[in-house]
């Protein structure tokens, strides 16, 4: 990832995921565009996927480790509650404020907290949210020995179409390059266990070509800004989404 | 203004306005930041301002050139319905659209359609925003003799904070710069007519220093893109407002 | 009606319609009450009631006669476009802001702007609240000899429960004294071409009841500001509806 | 179309469109549905689409003549303000009621009105809500040699995913059976001076696949009503979009 | 309850609230309609209303018994937090998920999300949504001897109006015949230690009145369905509220 | 605080914040408005302010104590889970339920229930909303020494502009008063360690001059009703938000 703007010491792309696959199916375009700039990423996962219908924890656990690979990023995995388990809770945001505090990233990635969705989903978008707060504060006592963090912007992702928010506007990423297409395709069939099951893929796929269109371009991908975008001059804002 | 993204032949800044003053209280600091930096900018006000309590037509003429050379931008006045006597029709759109052909902008401003605000801000920014669809029709037999022009993105502005829409994410420019306020607060004290009787500098002022401490700096404005926002990569989403 | 705060000259209530019946149906408790206690009413309204499918606009102005004399109001008919052929002209908009600079009202009544209902409500709801602020502008060259007047607050009703408001906050005005819903009843009851084939007036008593109940109280008729309530005291925000 | 619920006297499916190939590209599958099933469906169209970069309007109206068939419907056009022109008139909307008179549909189709579309596209939709009214009004003196109607239901399609509207919950037509893929594939292809510059179809079929996963289906189109269901049963609301 | 749509083994219908009496209020007309036309419905309820201002436990579950008996329905409790004491628990949800599992019904109706109501009631639904999920995915370790179940539909009631979700679209049960409105009476008033302490029979009454009236018939109760509605044609559609 | 409406026994005004500096920050000027007209302000803070960065808990609960002693009002801290820890507790609620029984508030004040802001501010706002439930139902068993207790309003204050409400209307507090803002000012000073750091203060009194020139006045304090306002005329309806 090139330097983003207004960062002193930008950090690895930082991406939270509440089950193995999530992260490459909703935004593995995005991870894949910013290391194949050379950014760095790491993805941390709060569940093995234990309660899906298919694959077991280690086969998952293997699959979001393939995957990582494959996006070029490095890949932790929490203890948590467990899958379809996962209950708000103040030591999990203030330990996901922790592993902001450690990554130091400018960009966080998180599940969109639109309630009609997987329970695991919005919980961990509204801690993510919640822990891009408490990473600021420097009386946490958990977090004493770790320097804050203020992250720039923290970036929700809608893993279905039912999860994208209403009351946000989104942001595109166009990731069209074929090569991008390619590996976030080959991202996604590495959850073998899951793409054998369900058209995850071809729902994908779909949605981005459909935000493409409308972009104007092959594919786009759909991420939500949790904070009022903050910008010097008007050029980046100079690119809508008017293709149709 | 630095050349835009994705734009072969970037022209001015198109702004448009209902009332002579309008432009200069919402956002006179958004276009004094594109023309100090080389762009060029160009105004459009669709009245003399004539319903106002204070202030000529002639007066208030005067003011607007004065306040478009301050900011360094061109002006022209449309004569249309009057002030306070706006009505949407297809043929003001058509005219918007040529006059959009005619700059080819990247990027428009015009006053939000948000509906509880002055009659005639609302009406033109419903207008402004057909006729930036109508200027890439190639057949609207009006405009044939002028070569479509696709703009990149349409931004409303608010010149009264009711008039914020809240179904669009603001995005927030970074006015701070010292020189910036000053512009701006001479080019809205230009409307001396105006300025005499209302207190209208302050409460632009008193925004810009609220959404400012939003964003981290010391005065910001707010617009409130039209399209999803297409990026290259996360680097232009990267800064978010979370100064509290 | 007894002095409004703020106001130097409080005028009549003034109250805003498409049709002979709409005020009585949607809100005749809350002007009986207003003219119970010791105040002025003026109702216009723009048609004759002419497109209905019962009663001719002679009969339906007779009726709202009657009801305009049971509620112990002024009554006064617009020749506009004709029922179910209103259409937003700024003409109309402008006629209005010139009767409330003769009439000199605090609080304004007019239908809501949600669009799905009749076509004729939502426009003139838009076109009242377009007229609430040319009333205060100087220079409107139809009004120059009218002096300036700026309304307290307007309030929109809902003739029927799909017209009420979604973005606005309701206020619940108590009409239960006996006396009130009676005078009600009868006001509606006047206009007798329309209740003989409908039920509006069972529909609004149960309406009332159910906003009543809500508030802890016999019978409540909802009304919508168009602009944020200015209090002196916590005392007017004092007791809401919670009735269960 | 079988018999639809509470209709005495069902007539066609009314299908109202501001363009030649509005209807085909938004839900010729639906339209396609119901006429395999027996059912009659009108289509209306206000314009020649004179105004679009490709096609002159002889083609156009051909094109449409030709999906139009292809659709098994009856087709019309309305000579009206011209494409890109179109304006809200009361004159408009009654000519839709009696438009609405003449048919005797149970459902209508008409664009949605969400204003950030195509400027034809909203006006239509909200002339086409007030027509719908003023087809049961006895007294609308243009009509008044044809019974009033009222019609069932009134659905909102949107010819881009921007025109969804966001205050109103979809209804999801499966139009899964290859055969209306086909039929309905066909329809829009017969527009070919539009399928030749723009990817319509493409995009019209990527959202019919994100739509038909969301539901557990194929393809699937979603529709918009204006006014809430009712339904004597359960029954008819047992089946929601749960796919993923 | 006949069988529904697209399901190959239709359990009874799943009614789920907080107290004893919630159903009863929201609903019981609903629950009736079904039983009276041959299905079976099973009642759970997750408190025995001991915070209520009136009647003991013990005489709380007798009135809920004998409402069930009138609605013909099943009843059974959960030994939970206790009233107005539950909480959000990953163990609450998936025990619902194993009782949709073990009773496998197609509709399941649940209170609103809407959080300005009693605590207890939102806390249910948004368990109710979650559990709905839950109880298709195959690898949830308590719920392991189970087989999955995907129910076709959650709707969610309201007790009261200000628990009438803003964001989904309602459908409207028409519940107009006279022995419906007279169990559903009798079921109400079945709960003697809550209706003779507040107008609860009335306020639920008159608001089926609204609706009743709004939908062109006397009775009517509003269900928010949870996930967009999925039609084979337009005929489900058909019908809308159009009364007034 | 001057008698309110419909209270037989007004109690204090009830204030609750999650940190010490929340009330003082966000209302402090209404706080100072009631006491100064001689009612009685109790405010109850949740924590100790021990996660911040600036300032110990010691110092911030003598910044606390002088803070409340200039807004003449009385001041208690809860132990609960600690700054930056609070999580959704049935027991919490409870537990303000009480409070609210004992100090028999007319009016509570609570911060709102938006989720983007501290994560503190919005889960007190919510179980406050569920407190004013709770303090009503006479079967809590925590609670049965305390009589119930039914509050007027519950209206919810924004520590930050991102914390307003934007599905509830506010309503604007006048407070111009010179002495007004001068002890406002004074009890934000009052908490040294936080105004050293950031520039509190100004955001305060810019965003309640934003708001007064809304409403006509030097400085307004907007506050959000839980619950829609019932009046007994139109008169408190009757002074709007017109300003510009």
């Known amino acids: 990832m ?7 010491e930008p950090g690895p792309l930082l991406a939270l995921a509440a089950h193995p696959d999530d992260l490459e199916f909703a935004c593995g375009a995005v991870i894949a565009r910013e290391t194949r700039a050379g950014g760095a990423a790491h993805l941390v996962v709060c569940s093995r996927g234990e309660a899906g219908s298919h694959g077991t924890p280690r086969q998952r656990v293997a699959e979001a480790r393939k ?5 070029g990023a490095t890949l932790e995995f929490l ?4 899958d379809a388990h996962l209950e708000i809770r103040a030591a999990h945001a203030i330990q996901l404020a922790g592993i902001i505090r450690r ?3 400018v960009v966080v ?3 969109s907290c639109v309630e009609n969705q997987h329970p695991d989903h919005y919980r961990l978008g509204q801690m993510a949210r919640d822990a891009a707060r408490l990473a600021r504060y420097g009386g946490v006592k958990e977090l004493r ?10 970036l929700f ?3 279905t179409p039912e999860a994208e928010p209403r009351d946000l506007s989104p942001v595109l990423l166009d ?4 090569e991008l297409v390619a590996v976030w395709t080959e991202a996604m069939q590495a959850h073998g266990s899951q793409t054998s099951a369900r058209r995850y893929v071809e729902l994908q796929l779909a949605r981005a070509r459909v935000w493409g269109l409308r972009a104007g371009v092959e594919h786009a991908v759909a991420l939500f800004p949790n904070s009022p975008l903050v910008f010097e001059s008007l050029a980046p804002a100079s690119r809508g989404a008017r293709g149709f």
Chains 1, 2, 3, 4, 5, 6 share one sequence.
Do not use: C, F
């Open 79 to 82: 203890e948590w509650d467990g």
């Open 103 to 105: 990554v130091r990233p």
């Open 145 to 154: 020995r770790q320097t804050v963090h203020a992250i720039g912007q923290l």
């Open 157 to 159: 992702y809608a893993v």
């Open 109 to 111: 990635l998180a599940p």
């Open 2 to 8: 090139k330097p983003l703007l207004n960062s002193p």
């Open 175 to 178: 990731v069209s390059a074929p």
């Open 67 to 71: 995957a990582a690979a494959l996006l």
